[in-house]
């Protein structure tokens, strides 16, 4: 009917949803912090499912599963739920990556993107369909948040990529848009006949 109903989530800096086939509800936790978590609301409660605020924690994801309620995880930017199992798939921009936290209580990481993944989405084929802006910003430290920063010299454009979530093997799809070079992509959404919408903030380079 068109009410916003707010939902009481307790201390939490929440930006980037999505909903599992089961219904419930996940989210990114800990915006502008040094510390991220994955959060979801599951009969009423909300649990965490990875991430620590331990400032000592050293696990950091790799290909090797490391426990997901320890893992440090590297400003994930947006995250889509695997109909397949239910793990959670992240883009943690800050390090580069597609990771998985698994239903088991686990995180690895699926793939290394490179440049700067920012948004995710799984396709009709079953791959995880990702928008990439390149690397577009170096990350700036203002007293342990992490804030973009400069355009750096490296950065050439964005693409939009396909990873394979069994094998890890990741695909350049799309580097331009009718003649035009994709600049930031930022985030993907698929509409019901298998195609996809996606967003593209640009740069600003002066």
């Known amino acids: 009917d068109g009410t916003l109903?707010?939902?009481?989530?307790?201390?939490?800096?929440?930006?980037?949803?999505?909903?599992?086939?089961?219904?419930?509800l996940y989210w990114l936790d800990g915006f502008g912090s040094s510390r991220y978590q994955v959060k979801r609301l599951h009969d009423g409660a909300v649990e965490t499912v990875a991430g620590t605020t331990d400032p000592n924690a050293d696990f950091v994801p790799s290909a090797t599963p490391?426990?997901?309620?320890?893992?440090?995880?590297?400003?994930?930017?947006?995250?889509a739920i695997s109909p397949v199992d239910g793990s959670v798939l992240l883009?943690?921009?800050?390090?580069?990556?597609?990771?998985?936290v698994s239903p088991?209580?686990?995180?690895?990481?699926?793939?290394?993107?490179?440049?700067?993944?920012?948004?995710?989405?799984?396709?009709?084929?079953?791959?995880?369909?990702?928008?990439?802006?390149?690397?577009?910003?170096?990350?700036?430290?203002?007293?342990?948040?992490?804030?973009?920063?400069?355009?750096?010299?490296?950065?050439?454009g964005g693409c939009i990529q396909k990873v394979d979530p069994a094998s890890g093997s990741v695909q350049t799809v799309y580097t331009e848009c009718d003649g035009r070079p994709l600049r930031a992509p930022n985030d993907l959404v698929f509409d019901r006949h298998g195609g996809f919408w996606f967003t593209d903030h640009g740069v600003r380079l002066e």
């Open 5 to 24: 109903t707010p939902l009481a989530l307790g201390d939490v800096e929440p930006w980037a949803v999505a909903l599992a086939p089961d219904g419930d």
């Open 66 to 79: 490391v426990p997901a309620l320890q893992a440090s995880l590297a400003s994930p930017l947006d995250l």
């Open 91 to 100: 883009v943690e921009i800050e390090r580069g990556t597609l990771s998985r």
């Open 104 to 156: 088991g209580g686990t995180v690895d990481v699926v793939a290394d993107c490179g440049g700067g993944p920012n948004g995710a989405a799984i396709g009709p084929d079953g791959a995880v369909w990702i928008t990439n802006n390149g690397g577009c910003f170096e990350f700036v430290d203002l007293g342990g948040m992490l804030v973009p920063g400069p355009v750096p010299p490296s950065w050439s």
